[in-house]
Structure formats: structure tokens, C-alpha cells
């Protein structure tokens, strides 16, 4: 492709360059014109135009490519940090521990730790500290913690 775009002004420089003379004059206009002949110029257009359409569409592929590179990176950022229950979870009716994949029996609150990015605190609900404790919390005069 440089051949065709720069093909004209190497030609001049060695005319330039290597005549001498006034007789060369008339030369070197002729020289100057077979250089920027018609015959060369579609083939000139025709890769300039098509190297500036092929830099235009690589630069939007490229483009493209690191946008896509930046979202899978951001989804795997994100997919480690998830970690989710999903299924049925076997849970006793009376006690409410959990029975794991092995058959053990496992408090919630360990079962959910293990298995998910949850938390817990703990408190006593109205219904269970009136039932534990009746002598603080009589039922007119409960107070929740």
C-alpha cells in the first residue's frame, strides 16, 4: 500500500535528485506528470480508502474485545463473591437443624454460615421471652429487647 501512496513523491526526489541540466527540465514535468498518471491513482484511492476502512473497523473490534474482557472480568469478580442455597434443605420440625448432604444434623445458623455469605446475631423474640423468661416479661408489660 506505501508503494501507491508514496510512489509519486519517491519518483520526483530521484528526479530530482539524479537530472541535471535544462534539457532535463522538460523531463522532469513529463516525469513529474507519468508519476501522478491516471493510470496509478484508482489504485491509490483504492488502498488508501480501503487501509483507513480495515484501521477503522479493527479499531472498533479492538475496541469491542476490551469492552468484553472488562465485563467478563467484572461477572467473574461478581461470581466469587456469590454464593447461594438453592434445593430442598431437610430441616427437623421440633429443633430446626438442618441435615447437610453427609447426614448430619447442623444448627441453622452453622448450616447458612457454611453455605452462604449470611451472618447472624442473635435475640429473643417476644413469643419465646415470654415463654423462657415469665417472671421479667408478663405479656402486658413486654418490652421487646
Not at 453455605?115 to 423468661?133: N, R, T
Request: net charge negative; aromatic share 14%; with cysteine.
Amino acid at each position: 500500500m506505501g508503494y501507491f501512496i508514496f510512489h509519486p513523491l519517491i519518483h520526483m526526489i530521484y528526479v530530482f535528485h539524479f537530472t541535471s541540466g535544462h534539457s532535463e527540465v522538460t523531463n522532469l514535468v513529463s516525469e513529474i506528470l507519468q508519476a501522478f498518471s491516471v493510470s496509478t491513482l484508482p489504485w491509490g484511492l483504492a488502498f488508501m480508502i480501503l487501509s483507513a476502512l480495515l484501521g477503522v473497523f479493527w479499531g472498533k473490534i479492538k475496541q469491542a474485545d476490551k469492552e468484553k474482557s472488562e465485563v467478563i472480568a467484572e461477572l467473574q469478580k461478581a461470581l466469587k463473591k456469590v454464593k447461594t442455597l438453592s434445593g430442598f434443605l431437610p430441616i427437623c420440625a421440633s429443633c430446626k437443624k438442618i441435615r447437610d448432604d453427609q447426614g448430619y444434623w447442623n444448627q441453622i445458623e452453622v448450616y447458612i454460615s457454611e453455605h452462604s455469605e449470611a451472618e447472624f446475631s442473635h435475640g429473643i423474640c417476644p413469643e419465646c421471652a415470654q415463654k423462657l423468661y415469665p417472671d421479667f416479661y408478663s405479656s402486658a408489660s413486654f418490652h421487646p429487647l
